[in-house]
């Protein structure tokens, strides 16, 4: 059974997170530490997918410092609502991005660092994604990203629900294709820094793990965003 078209998998996982943008509940809605293990520093550009209501991204925003900037970029309106809202004044160097994972709104080389926790497992084209971090970060630039991944190819009764991607397992893929789709799009190998034990979710094991890479500096005359070969 195929997996679920485009649209319909965006108006599940919008749905979820516009619901929990209006929720009570301040907690982290993510699955690792990408932003504590990236260690930003400051005078860097951080551009962190998947934002949510921006606590990271405001975290991000006093480790960089005024002469940096930190980003946040989701395709819930609602959260990034919230995430206006909520932003201290005394933060100028943030800013929040509407845009889709595959085809970010966002220049090229325009960043030092990129993080996302628990977000990428939501497209169906995880290399395009990668392929978009390639792209955006600057040549040395690293990215560390924390997300769920399954420990056997999901059944088509998984992968067909919708429900269970917004639910960030659904769209989960093996450890092996997540690296694969990680260096096919033009990154070396990536460190795995961190990686739970297997656990339930939805009837299906899975588990979370943080990864770190980096944009090789590219050969003169080469166009920017283009895997090396």
Do not use: Q
């Not at 160097?93 to 970010?104: G, Y």
């Not at 990215?143 to 991944?149: A, K, Q, R």
């Amino acid at each position: 059974m195929p997996d679920p078209s485009p649209a319909t998998l965006e108006t599940a996982v919008t749905a979820r997170y516009d619901g929990l943008a209006a929720a009570c509940c301040t907690g982290s809605l993510s699955c690792g530490a990408a932003l504590d293990l990236a260690e930003p520093a400051p005078g860097e550009r951080l551009v962190d997918l998947g934002c949510g209501r921006g606590r990271d991204v405001v975290r991000a925003a006093g480790r960089v410092g005024p002469t940096g900037s930190a980003t946040g970029v989701d395709r819930s309106e609602a959260m990034l609502a919230r995430a206006r809202a909520s932003l201290p004044p005394i933060f100028p160097n943030v800013r929040f991005v509407r845009s889709d994972l595959e085809r970010l709104e966002l220049p090229d080389a325009s960043a030092d660092v990129v993080i996302s926790n628990c977000t990428i497992n939501h497209a169906p084209d995880k290399e395009a994604v990668f392929r978009e971090i390639r792209r955006v970060l600057r040549p040395g630039g690293r990215f560390v990203v924390s997300d769920v991944i399954a420990e056997t190819a999901l059944p088509d009764s998984v992968r067909s629900d919708p429900a269970a991607w917004a639910a960030c397992y659904g769209g989960a893929i093996p450890e092996a294709d997540y690296r694969g789709a990680i260096e096919r799009a033009g990154f070396p190998p990536p460190e795995i820094l961190e990686r739970s034990e297997p656990y339930d979710k939805g009837g299906v094991r899975v588990r979370s793990v943080t990864l770190r890479s980096y944009r090789p500096s590219d050969p003169p005359g080469r166009e920017r965003g283009v895997p090396s070969p």
